[in-house]
């Protein structure tokens, strides 16, 4: 096989998860999206993948690891960030195998701005388009105007328009595509170059400016995202190889929303006066809440333990695999028990933020 690719037999899926976690599996590693690309053109992918991943950051996969093939998509390269240049069509090109933290820190050091607050962001181009990622007000959906992708049903390769992504918030089409069909090879985004950046979120304006106030000042993208790496290093933020308090997905679960009747009753169920829990209008009859905060109030706090599973000690939506010896079956099982006792305390139903593959939680409601 050419460098491109390595087909891996019988591979421990927990090495290529950020949760150290997951059975085995014949797994394919394809080093860019442009070598997918060139191996569907020719027939040469396997007809039986059954799961595609990036970075693994935001997947929990069973102890019983999946049949057929895994396909990832990732690249060795370290800085795919220096070299970004505006094509014909005025947008800036991603490879979807990049890796995403080195591509967004080293396009923002380069000059183009829209990438500074999700640096530090685990996992894949590709792998951060299917799962909508965002950090700090700022969300990549509103960034891409195109893509490429695979289509591993007829070995074409198609142009995607951003409707056909299907973004939502933490979520897309492609994400929860079973079996899986389309694979990401390149991403197109508008990227401004020389622009200044807003702070949406006081605690970012606050690291930056040293008030929390100071919301309107601009600063540059490079200031920003040493700042926004400094918050999320902070909170275990940044997945790093040598430290358990970040293996796991980031948040894992989403921020609820629900309509302004079951606010009402939530703040009824809860005694509290509605400026207690922490929410945010997001369209007329939908209101956001943090699950961190109903996570918390259930009584899971910071550095809770159950057996090899913790709940990260600089934040509370982080179920974490604290031994490195934790199953995923151990990891899900904390994780149904939190769902369950906020369904409890509040009667509000958590939705995990990471795919979950050959594994459910159990839905808390009667
Ligand atoms: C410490 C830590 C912090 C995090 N912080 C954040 C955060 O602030 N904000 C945020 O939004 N997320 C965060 N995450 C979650 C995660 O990093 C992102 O969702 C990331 O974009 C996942 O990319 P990945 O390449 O690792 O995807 P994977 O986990 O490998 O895959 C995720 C999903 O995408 C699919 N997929 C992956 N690549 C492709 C492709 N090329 N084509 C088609 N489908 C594909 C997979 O099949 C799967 O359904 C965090 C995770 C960790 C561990």
């Given amino acids: 096989m050419s460098e ?27 080093e860019s999206g442009a070598a997918l690309e060139r191996l569907a053109v020719h027939g040469e992918l396997p007809d039986d993948v059954s799961l595609v991943l990036g970075g693994g950051s935001n997947v929990l996969v069973s102890d019983d690891g999946v049949p057929g093939t895994v396909l990832k998509l990732r690249s060795r390269r370290a800085s795919p960030g220096t070299e970004l240049r505006r094509a014909d069509d005025g947008n800036v090109w991603l490879d979807g195998a990049w890796d995403w933290p080195a591509l967004a820190l080293g396009a923002t050091d380069a000059g183009w701005q829209g990438l500074e607050s999700m640096v530090g962001i685990p996992g894949t181009v590709g792998g951060a388009v299917v799962q909508s990622i965002g950090a700090y007000g700022y969300e990549l959906r509103d960034l891409v105007v195109a893509a490429r992708a695979v289509d591993l049903s007829t070995g074409s390769v198609l142009e995607l328009a951003p409707a056909d992504i299907g973004f939502r918030y933490r979520n897309t089409d492609l994400k929860t595509q079973a079996p899986p069909r389309l694979v990401v090879t390149q991403v197109g985004l508008r990227l401004a170059r020389g622009a200044q950046h807003t702070p949406r979120y006081d605690q970012v304006a606050a690291k930056l400016g040293g008030d929390g106030s100071m919301r ?24 790093r190889a040598d430290d358990p308090q970040t293996w796991g997905a980031g948040s894992f679960f989403k921020n609820p929303e629900i309509g302004p009747d079951q606010f009402a009753v939530l703040v009824e169920q809860l005694s509290v006066s509605p400026s207690e829990v922490p929410h945010w209008p997001i369209a007329p009859d939908v209101i956001r809440l943090s699950a961190g905060w109903l996570v918390e ?32 079956a151990e990891i899900a099982g904390l994780a149904g028990e939190i769902r369950g006792a906020v369904w409890e305390n509040a009667g509000v139903v958590l939705d995990p933020e990471p795919v979950l593959v050959g594994l459910e939680l159990p839905d808390p409601r009667p």
């Fill in 216 to 239: 309107a000042t601009t600063y540059p993208p490079p200031e920003v995202a040493r700042a926004v790496l400094q918050l999320r290093a902070s909170k275990s933020m940044i997945y």
């Fill in 297 to 328: 109030r259930a009584g899971y706090r910071r550095g809770f333990r159950s057996g090899n599973v913790a709940l990260c000690d600089n934040h509370a939506l982080g179920i974490v695999n604290a031994t490195g010896h934790a199953s995923a």
């Fill in 4 to 30: 491109e690719l390595v087909l891996l037999r019988d591979e421990p899926l927990s090495r290529h998860s950020t949760f150290h976690a997951g059975g085995r599996s014949d797994l394919l590693v394809v």
